[in-house]
């Protein structure tokens, strides 16, 4: 009898995660994964495997083992999609009570279930009021913890972020720009649906270190391509970074070679910071 598989959903139902943290471990390379028409497969003894280490490679460390183990992104798309913006600010006030940093409610729980709300109304479990109800929620979510990541002291300089022409998601760069301003930098966030005129008018403005752009869809990948051609030409000391769920979900050899992916926050500053670096002592 050959190797059994289950899907990803039922991983991470297994290992006792939030479906998008199921996916980070295989996008890391922690969780060996196959993909098919249907979507993600995993062998059983992959996932025995991956189950039997002594700690889950989460990519970060968590304050306690409740706030790594509740299932507070699950928790939270459920508040998102009924609109309850009280509720939804309930869910975070407990992961953070429970140990979970700011930035994390935004990477692990925020992002995650917008993301699986994004799949959902794909797949049509979901309609469009329901994605539109969870996004006013988030909006009003990121409203009350934006101050609590500004940073204080001198800005390390300015980065500018947004969305190409063509993406109508805000809440992604939204969501960058926030853990970019905690990361001790001015950010100019041109949202979504920005032409690369506007990316270049601000970066002349700003004199900005770096432009990060956020791409949810793969049909939005010619205009942040076009939007990396016109800076590196005019402004060629500024660092242009592609991400979002469209970078995630593409595999370096199938991107345009003019774009520098990121894959995560973590990677963008680092990327980042060293440009910045580079730059000063050049």
Do not use: C
């Not at 199921?22 to 993909?35: K, P, T, W």
């Not at 189950?51 to 508040?79: F, I, K, Q, T």
């Not at 966030?189 to 990060?212: K, N």
């Not at 979002?244 to 963008?268: C, F, K, W, Y």
């Amino acid at each position: 009898m050959g190797e059994t598989h289950v899907t990803l959903h039922e991983a991470a139902e297994r290992l006792g995660v939030h479906y998008m943290t199921a996916y980070r471990y295989v996008r890391h390379g922690q969780l060996q994964a196959s993909r098919t028409s249907s979507g993600w497969r995993v062998a059983s003894s992959d996932l025995e495997q991956f189950a039997a280490r002594d700690s889950v490679p989460v990519g970060r460390s968590s304050a306690n083992s409740s706030a790594r183990n509740a299932p507070w992104a699950s928790r939270l798309e459920a508040r998102l999609i009924a609109g309850d913006v009280e509720g939804a600010w309930g869910v975070i006030e407990a992961a953070m009570a429970a140990g979970s940093p700011v930035d994390r409610v935004y990477t692990d729980f925020i992002s995650d279930a917008m993301e699986s709300i994004g799949a959902r109304w794909a797949a049509g479990e979901l309609g469009v009021a329901d994605e539109h109800r969870a996004t006013v929620v988030v909006q009003r979510l990121l409203g009350r913890l934006g101050p609590q990541l500004n940073r204080r002291g001198r800005s390390r300089g300015t980065i500018v972020v947004g969305s190409p022409f063509g993406e109508q998601h805000s809440i992604p760069s939204a969501v960058i720009a926030d853990l970019v301003r905690a990361d001790g930098w001015s950010v100019v966030d041109l949202g979504s649906d920005s032409p690369a005129s506007s990316f270049l008018q601000v970066v002349e403005e700003t004199d900005a270190v770096a432009v990060l752009l956020s791409v949810s869809h793969v049909e939005s990948f010619p205009a942040a391509v076009e939007v990396t051609k016109e800076i590196r030409s005019s402004h060629p000391g500024t660092l242009v970074v592609t991400g979002g769920r469209a970078v995630m979900n593409t595999p370096d050899t199938d991107l345009d070679e003019a774009l520098v992916p990121g894959r995560d926050i973590s990677q963008v500053l680092d990327m980042v910071r060293d440009h910045a670096t580079r730059s000063r002592t050049a």
